[in-house]
Structure formats: C-alpha cells, structure tokens
C-alpha cells in the first residue's frame, strides 16, 4: 500500500513496503538478513558519522518525517552514496515492533577482526565471556572506549552479532571505533597462553 498522504520531490521517496529498499530494510532487520546481505543497519547520525569516520563503508541513508540529513554528514558520504526520504507512515510499517529511527543507514558489515591484531593493541583488553544482551555489551563497549582500554573481545559470540542495532545504538556507535573481536573461550585461552598473555578473571 502506497503511502501516497504525503507529497515529495525526492526521486529517491520509498513510500511502500512493496519498494525495494523498503524490502531490504525489513530484511536487515533480522540476523538471518544481516548475514545473508552482509549488510547492517546504522540508527541516528551520530551512530552514522562514527561509522563513516571509522572507515565503514555507508551503502545509503534514509531519513523520515521532519528529519533532516545534516550537511556535516552528507560532506562525508561518498559521491555513490544515495539518500532516500522515507514516508513517515511508511517507516512505521517497516519497523513495526522494532525501534523507529528517523533517520538511518545501511553499510556494509565490517570485516571480523582476527586476534591477532591483540599485538598491535598495547593496552588492556576487555573480554567479555557469554554476554549476549547487546544492550549490555554497547554500554560496556562505550565505557571501556572512556576508560581508554585498547579494545573489546567477546567470547562465544558471533561476528555478525557485533552489529546488531540495538549493540550499535547502546555503544554510540563507538563499536566501530574500537576494535572489537568475536571468538570462542578455547580459542582466545589456547591464544594467550601461545603468545604469553596475562589474563585477569573477575568474581561475577
């Protein structure tokens, strides 16, 4: 069904569930589509701009309602960046369930960062083991980001799980500025024991 109550003169207006992006944003919105698109969804500008100063790569951005995409951020897209105005009741539809976001991004998911890159790192590392509430490790990420610790490792989670939105949102988007590496508790305790790491255990 068109939203058709609210006019338009971007040639770039998604105002179905039948348009093209619109499908692509539902898709994205589950892990499964995340990893078959190898695509990800970025919420609110501040989340973006760290994105793209990062180095991820922005594929479009989409805002709604009386939002509005900031020259800052639109001087930082690459030239083969499209924007796309969504229909405010159209992005409703999209989301459904889901938090609404006004304006968003979809980017490519960054590449999975191996251990090794612990020996360029001289600082402490966080390790995270069996944390899977992603609100928790976005807030846990953000903090350590504060503390100055050199990066985030978590065990027995995925790499496409680093990127979920609500992770990215509750990180303000500094999940893209430290490094953060996914891999399972045998593989990182084999890892320090080979390359002589100290590891500290806390008491939960």
């Known amino acids: ?71 800052e951020l639109k001087n930082k897209l690459s030239t083969q960046t499209k924007i796309y105005e969504v229909a405010k009741r159209t992005t409703k539809k999209i989301f459904e369930n889901d938090k609404i976001t006004r304006i968003f991004a979809i980017a490519k998911t960054p590449k999975p960062i191996g251990l090794d890159a612990i020996k360029n790192i001289q600082r402490d590392m966080v390790v ?3 944390v899977s509430i992603s609100g928790n490790i976005g807030a846990i990420t953000r903090t350590s980001l504060a503390l100055g610790v050199g990066g985030i490792i978590l065990l027995n989670t995925e790499h496409p799980d680093i990127y979920d939105r609500r992770l990215i949102r509750a990180s303000r988007g500094y999940v893209f500025v430290l490094p953060v590496i996914a891999t399972t508790t045998d593989t990182f305790i084999n890892y320090a024991k080979q390359n002589g790491l100290q590891v500290l255990v806390t008491n939960a």
């Open 128 to 130: 995270l083991e069996d």
């Open 1 to 71: 069904m068109t939203d058709s109550t609210i006019p338009s003169t971007n040639p770039n207006f998604v105002d179905s569930l039948i348009h093209p992006q619109a499908i692509l944003i539902r898709q994205l919105l589950t892990r499964t589509g995340r990893i078959e698109l190898s695509r990800i969804l970025i919420d609110d500008e501040e989340n973006i701009l760290q994105a793209v100063d990062s180095g991820v790569e922005i594929e479009s951005v989409y805002y709604a309602g009386d939002e509005i995409v900031s020259n």
